[in-house]
């Protein structure tokens, strides 16, 4: 599934969240995401704040752009936790899965190997 050929389409609820069983199918579509609950994460190591943030700065523009929004957590100065659900409708949707696979071909500058 190529992910980044898709848009995430306005939600303001009324549509079925996405089954258990469908998700975890999505899931190996994905790159270094696990399901909690019924939110997608990913947890992220940067080589340092700077790239971290740089990083949220891009996420933020591709939320924006896809009109749909991640939480996140950026701690110990160089992790980042990021999760996706669809608010409206109290759980996954494939909007979820559009953003998730784009974040994961956002530039990112990990650390040198091994730390
Ligand atoms: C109209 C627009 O689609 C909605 O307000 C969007 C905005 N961003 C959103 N982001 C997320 N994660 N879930 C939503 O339900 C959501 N709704």
């Keep these: 599934m190529d992910w ?5 389409v306005p939600c303001e609820g009324g549509v079925p969240k996405l089954a ?3 998700a975890e199918e999505l899931l190996a579509t ?3 995401w696990d399901l909690q609950g019924e939110k997608l994460h990913r947890h992220f190591r940067f080589r340092d704040f700077a790239g971290a943030m740089r990083f949220v700065n891009a996420l ?3 939320a924006e ?3 749909h929004h991640p939480d996140f957590a ?6 980042l936790d ?12 494939e ?7 784009k974040i994961d071909r956002l530039p990112r500058e990990a650390p040198p190997e091994g730390r």
Aim: proline letters at 0%; hydrophobic letters at 40%.
């Design 4 to 8: 980044t050929k898709k848009r995430c």
């Design 20 to 22: 258990r069983a469908r």
């Design 30 to 32: 994905l790159d270094g």
């Design 60 to 62: 933020a523009a591709l």
């Design 65 to 67: 752009q896809e009109g």
């Design 74 to 79: 950026l701690h110990d100065w160089n992790l």
């Design 82 to 93: 990021v999760t996706t659900s669809t608010h409206a409708i109290g759980g996954l949707s």
């Design 95 to 101: 909007n979820d899965f559009i953003l998730a696979g």
